[in-house]
């Protein structure tokens, strides 16, 4: 396993308590990203092994990372994929597509459906973890970045209620002064 940098350390704790959702029609492949996930500090792991449940479990848990397997019954990996891009809701949600399927039919198929990055089984634990932290950090910042502009839109808001208060208050006071000017001089 490598090392972490410095800087990599500052936002790791903020990272661990980010929820992950593991979707594998193979209860083995789920509990050992579980175990690994979990051994490794982060708190928030869930998985499931059919996928069918996955839609309504994202709306529950709202995780900010999938690990999701392309190749199960019922409902496909890209079935799933293209209706989680299609709600539309998240504006950025990492998806790491677990394959066996090396094909470049399946990766740009994948790609297309909204997928964010591969990984390919067997999966390596050094590999996995990594581009997990990595995607989780890019989503923290993401979330942070969301966060600040809509502070900065109700900034907005709430200044150009108050402009137009101030200037709806001018407007009076100079139409009084006018009908006084008006009034006087008459």
């Avoid at 500052?10 to 492949?29: A, F, G, N, Q």
């Avoid at 999701?68 to 998240?90: H, K, N, T, V, Y």
């Amino acid at each position: 396993m490598c090392c972490l940098g410095r800087a990599d350390m500052v936002s790791e704790p903020l990272l661990h308590k980010m929820k992950i959702l593991v979707v594998d029609d193979d209860r083995m492949s789920v509990t050992l990203l579980e175990q690994l996930l979990q051994r490794r500090g982060y708190s928030h792991v869930m998985g499931i092994t059919d996928s069918r449940k996955a839609l309504d479990i994202c709306a529950t848990f709202d995780p900010d990372l999938i690990l999701l397997d392309l190749i199960m019954p019922e409902m496909d990996g890209f079935a799933l994929l293209e209706a989680l891009r299609e709600d539309g809701s998240e504006s950025f949600l990492p998806i790491v597509v677990l394959t066996a399927d090396l094909t470049e039919e399946a990766r740009a198929r994948a790609l297309e459906a909204g997928a964010t990055d591969f990984l390919v089984k067997p999966v390596s634990q050094a590999e996995a973890l990594l581009r997990i932290r990595n995607l989780l950090e890019v989503r923290r910042l993401n979330v942070v970045l969301e966060n600040q502009r809509a502070a900065l839109e109700e900034a907005v808001r709430e200044r150009t209620a108050e402009l137009r208060c101030t200037i709806a208050e001018l407007q009076t006071a100079n139409q009084r002064s006018q009908s006084a000017s008006a009034f006087s001089g008459a």
